[in-house]
């Protein structure tokens, strides 16, 4: 089957901010080792081919004449960005790519990502309607989150495309706006479940095995819950646990509120650079003290993470508003300890795979740690258990049991009028 992926981020680093981005890498990489005809239409690196062929998956980079005027990433410059590719992106993908398939008798699926490609699907559909091909496609949008929502004519994108989002928190509050999405949650990519590095681990628990190691990484922003976090080690400080955080919020205005408020609670801060790899990252954790909080202020890659969310004893990744929750998941795949929210996280089983939290209190956190640190063997079991939760949201697993029955369910439902039956 040939899939199109239009979606703003992308595997550059011009093209990555998010989450998107990891998603869009492991979903694309899934279904090309999978043995689908798989393209990616993204704002990707102005400087780099406008076409390639990696990992068997063939990268459209789009948007670089704009691009070259905003380098400082994929969403300088948003709104010119969607309007350049709504308007010239949908006839290159038709004439280039979709007719020939199609026109061969083939089937085609597109699956668009957030608002910007929104005016982009509905460019698609008129060409595809207009040349008497429609039938031949299924066409799924995507709502990761509710950035941009105010913005969508959600009539007209109903009509166009079949709406989907990632969590049945996310299904519930579309509905809220007229909306019925389907659920078709986020993967793992492969790398997530590579061994970690246990070097980097054992020195971590070794280094800080007097203090209670927790972690922390998502966007500085009000949603992730890092007011409540700062204060829960305010109160784990005075209650004597000697807690160490390590955070990393990247940029942005919020963040200086954050740090500022730790602060005023009485919380040491040191800010800390980390080079690429468990080495570089253990390293910067070098000479301490009685540091409360080490702001990581530079990127942690993949094995870094893993290798972190390992070594600590419970990874705070509860938000107020998480539309699904990957970090969470991520520490599971990890074999760390995952405190999550209660909003997106539809993986997450209290007690039996994680820690959930419900609330904003620091005490609701510091009770359900300290029963989980009084019996080791539960502690074990929730790990074990995570981790198994983790396998069976694997991209492949995700593809197979969810997105591939939809796209054929969808497809079916299409071609079949609906009929509507009589109250009497």
């Not at 459209?60 to 010239?88: I, N």
């Amino acid at each position: 089957m040939q899939f199109q992926i239009l979606s703003f981020e992308g595997p550059d680093p011009y093209s990555r901010a998010g989450g998107l981005c990891t998603r869009i890498e492991g979903l694309t990489e899934a279904l090309a080792e999978n043995g689908h005809d798989v393209h990616l239409w993204f704002v990707g690196d102005p400087e780099a081919p406008a076409t390639e062929t990696r990992d068997n998956v063939h990268l459209h980079r789009w948007c670089q004449g704009v691009s070259r005027l905003q380098p400082d990433g994929v969403y300088a410059g948003e709104f010119e960005k969607e309007a350049d590719y709504a308007s010239t992106m949908p006839p290159r993908l038709f004439d280039e790519v979709l007719r020939p398939t199609l026109e061969s008798g083939e089937h085609a699926v597109v699956l668009a990502e957030e608002w910007q490609t929104v005016r982009a699907v509905l460019h698609l559909d008129r060409l595809l309607r207009e040349s008497g091909l429609r039938d031949r496609v299924t066409i799924l949008w995507n709502a990761n989150n509710t950035f941009g929502f105010e913005s969508i004519d959600w009539c007209a994108l109903a009509s166009a495309a079949r709406i989907t989002t990632v969590s049945r928190y996310m299904k519930h509050r579309m509905r809220r706006l007229g909306v019925e999405a389907l659920v078709i949650p986020n993967g793992l990519a492969a790398d997530a479940f590579e061994p970690v590095d246990w070097e980097g681990v054992v020195g971590l628990r070794l280094r800080f095995q007097d203090r209670l190691l927790l972690t922390k990484m998502a966007r500085w922003d009000p949603d992730k819950a890092w007011l409540s976090t700062v204060e829960t080690a305010a109160v784990l400080k005075q209650r004597g646990w000697r807690p160490l955080l390590i955070a990393r919020g990247g940029g942005g205005e919020y963040g200086r509120v954050v740090l500022n408020t730790a602060r005023e609670l009485g919380l040491e801060i040191e800010d800390r650079r980390a080079e690429p790899g468990p080495t570089g990252l253990v390293d910067a954790l070098q000479n301490i003290g009685d540091v409360d909080i080490v702001n990581l202020d530079s990127h942690v890659d993949p094995e870094a993470r893993r290798m972190l969310f390992r070594a600590s004893d419970a990874v705070l990744a509860n938000s107020s508003h998480e539309p699904f929750g990957l970090v969470g998941l991520e520490t599971m795949a990890a074999g760390g300890i995952a405190c999550t929210g209660c909003s997106g996280e539809d993986y997450a089983v209290p007690g039996q795979n994680a820690l959930v939290l419900e609330t904003g209190d620091p005490l609701e956190f510091i009770g359900l740690y300290e029963r989980l640190h009084d019996k080791p063997e539960e502690r074990q079991a929730l790990q074990q258990a995570g981790r198994s939760t983790a396998q069976s949201y694997a991209w492949p697993e995700v593809i197979d049991r969810v997105l591939l029955p939809r796209v054929r369910l969808t497809s079916s439902m299409r071609r079949v009028p609906r009929t509507v039956k009589s109250a009497a």
